[in-house]
């Protein structure tokens, strides 16, 4: 086992009472290496500071730290499997940086936004992307809701254990650029959720879904994913109103 040690700014416990005893990490599986490639050193560091300051500021709880590896970097590092070359993410309630840190350590070609509205969370992962050198890595504060017309709309929208997939649908979705997806790494119950949300998808203008496991040889079990793909309108017939409105409020802004 490999005791964390403090790691600089991170380390501050923003009011809250500092943990007494070092978390235990267990070592990176051989997998990690093959995943994370040449960031396999900067992945390691992310496990420790999740280990450490992740879980004095609440960010995760000190159970996970046993299964950092497996349940959660190397989980999400995996989704990359299913995520185009080259294109604009937008990671929806990245928390601690999941699955947006691993994936962005694992695929430099994509142009990632953290988007998370608690200023706590964004204050550890701007900390968290400096450290680790993520020049292709922006991080956002707001609720998907709120930046609409702020940010760009994206080709795919990213999010774990956020809310149901119904309810996750409506944040994500109008984030899309047209033809773009929604990737949701889900538990079990994908495929009951993806039942119970199919009338809400269609609303929101979703065209095609569909469950993909993931990660085969490197996580067991394989990482569940739900995708659902969009068509023309991203969020329906009301967020393409609301997308035009925000896109003529910014152009009356920039004529200025």
Request: glycine letters at 10%.
């Amino acid at each position: 086992m490999v005791l964390v040690s403090a790691l600089g700014a991170l380390t501050r416990t923003e009011g809250r009472s500092p943990v007494t005893e070092a978390a235990e990490l267990p070592p990176a599986p051989e997998q990690a290496r093959e995943v994370f490639g040449d960031r396999f050193a900067d992945a390691v560091r992310y496990a420790e500071l999740l280990a450490e300051a992740g879980v004095q500021r609440g960010l995760i709880g000190p159970r996970e730290v046993p299964r950092l590896w497996e349940r959660h970097l190397l989980n999400c590092a995996v989704l990359s499997e299913v995520v185009p070359e080259g294109v604009t993410v937008c990671d929806v309630g990245s928390g601690a940086g999941l699955p947006g840190i691993p994936l962005a350590l694992v695929r430099e070609d994509l142009k990632i936004t953290l988007l998370e509205p608690l200023l706590r969370r964004t204050n550890f992962l701007s900390e968290v992307v400096e450290l680790l050198g993520l020049d292709h890595v922006t991080v956002v504060r707001g609720r998907a809701e709120e930046v609409m017309g702020k940010i760009q709309p994206v080709h795919v929208v990213t999010a774990r254990a956020v809310a149901p997939l119904d309810r996750l649908a409506t944040w994500g979705i109008p984030l899309l650029r047209p033809y773009g997806e929604m990737l949701a790494l889900k538990g079990d119950a994908a495929e009951e959720e993806l039942k119970s949300a199919s009338a809400a998808l269609s609303k929101l203008g979703a065209v095609e879904t569909s469950i993909l496991h993931v990660g085969e040889g490197v996580v067991d079990p394989m990482s569940t994913v739900v995708r659902v793909e969009v068509g023309e309108s991203p969020g329906g017939v009301r967020f393409a109103a609301k997308r035009a409105k925000a896109a003529r409020t910014g152009r009356a802004r920039r004529r200025r």
